[in-house]
């Protein structure tokens, strides 16, 4: 789609268009059957605008509660922040009145900002995704104001506060140092900081995959957030008035909230044993942001290997939001046939298999042991004081 179709498309006739489209239920098998009869009444170019809006937003349903309300382009629908992360980071900027939200694509982060309450000022460098943002405020009766600009060369709003989310496919390859982001972190920073009055409270979203380098080097908080239990991204804040070096995870949706100053983690003292009755496996965002000791020491548990992920480990029952608890059952040494006698012998019919620091191919197991019987297993194939194990577990 480009600007011309867009703005067609948003158009009384435009919008017949899209109720025309929607009606036929298209599938991209379908596509050209749909087109075809769209174009018995409409231009080509509002047939195919109606047509592409109407299958994003069939794909953007698991992102977005009120997807059919929204317009998107392919790679902008990709790179959008889903709404349970957009409205958590948004509530951080709830307190500033202004907030800029530079790089801000099709405007699903502005959403969040404006539904906190936020008057806010939304920039991006592609016209067709500024007025895309637009569009989707609108779609939810909120305001906002946009401009197509660059935020390295063109004049920036007098925001109380900014939030980021810069391009990390430069050339179209993913990456996931902030220095080959686009616009490169270091760079806005600079601008930032030379304003006056300088923003209060920085945010810039990067990928969760960050390169540790650039976790360490960062001044301020850096944010590990999950959702659900799946890891989704980590914003680095700044707080140029009040800075303090952080590193914080956060669950969605609780949300629930583990942090540390980095120099604590270093000197938190690791316990290595053997698993005891109950095992923990930490949500990603807690492994990721290196909390791991943090979190064990915390609730009174041990590890069972050293290193960046793996389990925790104790001999009491645990409630913790921070992770997913299990009853242990036994642990073996990792051989293929005695896990599969262990299973065979107790009748187990249906496993879940989880594996933390190993290779073993689960499809391929599972075919192996031909597994008959009423009972479920939990089989973790992980590490444990160095040694390739299985834990018969069962979930708490
Ligand atoms: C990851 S996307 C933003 C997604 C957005 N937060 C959303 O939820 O839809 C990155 C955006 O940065 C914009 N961008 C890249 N470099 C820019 C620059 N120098 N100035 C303004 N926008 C830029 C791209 O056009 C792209 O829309």
């Known amino acids: 789609?480009?600007?011309?179709?867009?703005?067609?498309?948003?158009?009384?006739?435009?919008?017949?268009?899209?109720?025309?489209?929607?009606?036929?239920?298209?599938?991209?098998?379908?596509?050209?059957?749909?087109?075809?009869?769209?174009?018995?009444?409409?231009?080509?170019?509002?047939?195919?605008?109606?047509?592409?809006?109407?299958?994003?937003?069939?794909?953007?349903?698991?992102?977005?509660?009120?997807?059919?309300?929204?317009?998107?382009?392919?790679?902008?629908?990709?790179?959008?922040?889903?709404?349970?992360?957009?409205?958590?980071?948004?509530?951080?900027?709830?307190?500033?009145?202004?907030?800029?939200?530079?790089?801000?694509?099709?405007?699903?982060?502005?959403?969040?900002?404006?539904?906190?309450?936020?008057?806010?000022?939304?920039?991006?460098?592609?016209?067709?995704?500024?007025?895309?943002?637009?569009?989707?405020?609108?779609?939810?009766?909120?305001?906002?104001?946009?401009?197509?600009?660059?935020?390295?060369?063109?004049?920036?709003?007098?925001?109380?506060?900014?939030?980021?989310?810069?391009?990390?496919?430069?050339?179209?390859?993913?990456?996931?140092?902030?220095?080959?982001?686009?616009?490169?972190?270091?760079?806005?920073?600079?601008?930032?900081?030379?304003?006056?009055?300088?923003?209060?409270?920085?945010?810039?979203?990067?990928?969760?995959?960050?390169?540790?380098?650039?976790?360490?080097?960062?001044?301020?908080?850096?944010?590990?957030?999950?959702?659900?239990?799946?890891?989704?991204?980590?914003?680095l804040w700044q707080e140029p008035e009040r800075e303090t070096p952080l590193v914080r995870a956060t669950l969605l949706p609780g949300p629930f909230h583990l942090s540390a100053d980095s120099a604590e983690i270093e000197t938190v003292e690791e316990e290595i044993t053997a698993p005891g009755r109950y095992l923990y496996d930490p949500d990603p965002a807690i492994s990721r942001a290196g909390l791991l000791p943090v979190l064990a020491a915390q609730i009174g548990a041990t590890r069972i290997e050293p290193g960046s992920g793996g389990f925790c480990t104790a001999d009491q029952r645990i409630d913790t939001p921070f992770a997913a608890g299990y009853r242990v059952d036994d642990v073996l040494p990792f051989h293929i046939k005695r896990v599969g006698d262990w299973l065979a012998h107790r009748h187990v019919g249906r496993i879940t298999i989880v594996k933390r620091s190993s290779s073993a191919d689960a499809e391929a197991l599972m075919k192996r042991w031909k597994l008959r019987g009423d009972r479920h297993q939990t089989v973790i194939l992980t590490r444990a004081q160095g040694e390739a194990v299985a834990i018969l577990a069962t979930r708490l």
């Open 1 to 235: 789609m480009n600007l011309k179709s867009l703005e067609q498309l948003l158009s009384p006739t435009g919008q017949e268009a899209l109720t025309a489209a929607g009606e036929l239920a298209p599938t991209e098998a379908r596509y050209p059957a749909c087109y075809d009869r769209l174009r018995k009444h409409w231009p080509e170019n509002i047939a195919r605008a109606a047509l592409d809006t109407v299958l994003l937003r069939q794909r953007a349903r698991t992102k977005f509660t009120h997807a059919d309300r929204m317009y998107f382009d392919r790679e902008a629908l990709t790179m959008a922040s889903g709404e349970a992360v957009s409205a958590y980071r948004a509530a951080r900027f709830a307190p500033f009145s202004t907030v800029a939200d530079l790089c801000c694509g099709i405007g699903s982060d502005a959403i969040g900002l404006a539904q906190a309450g936020c008057d806010v000022t939304a920039i991006d460098r592609d016209p067709l995704r500024v007025r895309m943002a637009a569009a989707n405020l609108a779609a939810f009766g909120l305001p906002g104001q946009f401009r197509c600009a660059d935020v390295l060369t063109d004049p920036l709003p007098d925001c109380a506060a900014v939030f980021v989310d810069p391009g990390r496919r430069p050339g179209g390859r993913r990456t996931l140092a902030i220095a080959d982001y686009e616009p490169p972190v270091a760079a806005v920073c600079q601008r930032l900081q030379t304003r006056h009055p300088t923003p209060r409270r920085i945010g810039f979203k990067t990928a969760p995959g960050i390169p540790w380098d650039d976790v360490q080097s960062w001044p301020g908080e850096v944010e590990f957030l999950s959702s659900a239990g799946e890891l989704k991204e980590c914003i």
